[in-house]
């Protein structure tokens, strides 16, 4: 198994890391099915703490699709949520093209776990604070997207959230954000540490950025979390982010959050 692990840090910028290792942190060869259903579903109560309830469970018919989990399901028309979704099958999962899957609420989580093979179309698009992806194989086709840039859930519980006072500082990651026009950087901090997950599981939001105390709407907000976790193979011809957001003037940037790839190949 293969670990593409990347831990997306201040200001969106991108620290990369690819671990080639004998033990994957988590893998569908060391866990069954009932195991992992089990674990997923605790992502959400997991880092954030942002969950207010159990994720909803739904069949290929909620989601106004055509077949079975069981066997294939087919989505071939848009879907809105407001709410964490998990989608379990032992079958497969096509997302047709130019087919939008979206929960816009700050932190919503979307997991498809099936035991086939995921496709997504052609500028089919996956938007959530939270990704989980399952599979034996998923194959994203051109301009295909999974989405979770400046969605990112509340702060954990350990950090002081976001800061508030007379400069906008960026936001923080794996260390605490600062003003980079300051030299006082005790008092022009940014956005705190949320990164308390492992680097070879990463499953962190990125934070948002400092603002003014009469700007504070004004901030980049944090990027979200995805995780990818296949048997097989992943290809890639899309796009998978989790970049922190754009800020006025007089604010910070957030940071970007964290993308997690398990595969053979990619």
């Known amino acids: ?12 910028l991108v620290f990369l890391c690819v671990l080639l290792v004998s033990t994957p942190c988590f893998s569908l060869s060391q866990y069954g099915v009932t195991e992992f259903e089990s674990s997923v579903r605790l992502f959400s109560d997991e880092a954030s703490g942002n969950s207010t309830s159990s994720p909803i469970s739904v069949t290929c018919q909620d989601l ?46 979307i997991t498809f776990n099936v035991s086939g093979t995921i496709h997504l179309g052609q500028s089919a698009r ?20 999974i989405y979770t840039t400046a969605l990112a859930g509340p702060p954990p519980s350990q950090t002081s959230g976001t ?7 960026g936001g923080g990651h794996g260390g605490r954000g600062a003003s980079c026009v300051k030299s006082n950087k005790t008092t022009y901090w940014g956005g705190d540490v949320y990164a308390w997950s492992s680097l070879h599981d990463p499953w962190s939001y990125g934070s948002e950025g400092g603002v003014k105390l ?50 053979v190949k990619l």
């Open 1 to 12: 198994m293969t670990d593409f692990c990347f831990s997306l840090v201040m200001l969106g």
């Open 64 to 109: 106004d699709g055509v077949g079975s989990l069981n066997t294939t399901c087919t989505l071939n028309s848009n879907l809105r949520f407001d709410s964490d979704v998990y989608v379990y099958g032992t079958g497969n999962l096509n997302i047709l093209a130019h087919v939008l899957v979206d929960c816009p609420v700050e932190g919503c989580m």
């Open 126 to 145: 996956i938007v959530a604070g939270s990704v989980v992806f399952s599979a034996i194989n998923l194959t994203m086709d051109s301009n295909s997207s």
């Open 163 to 169: 800061p508030y006072g007379i400069d906008g500082a």
């Open 214 to 263: 009469s700007t504070k709407n004004i901030r980049g907000k944090g990027g979200g979390r995805v995780k990818l976790i296949l048997t097989d193979t992943v290809h890639v011809n899309g796009t998978v982010s989790a970049d922190g957001g754009d800020a006025g003037e007089e604010g910070g940037g957030g940071s970007g959050g964290s993308i997690c790839i398990r595969a």
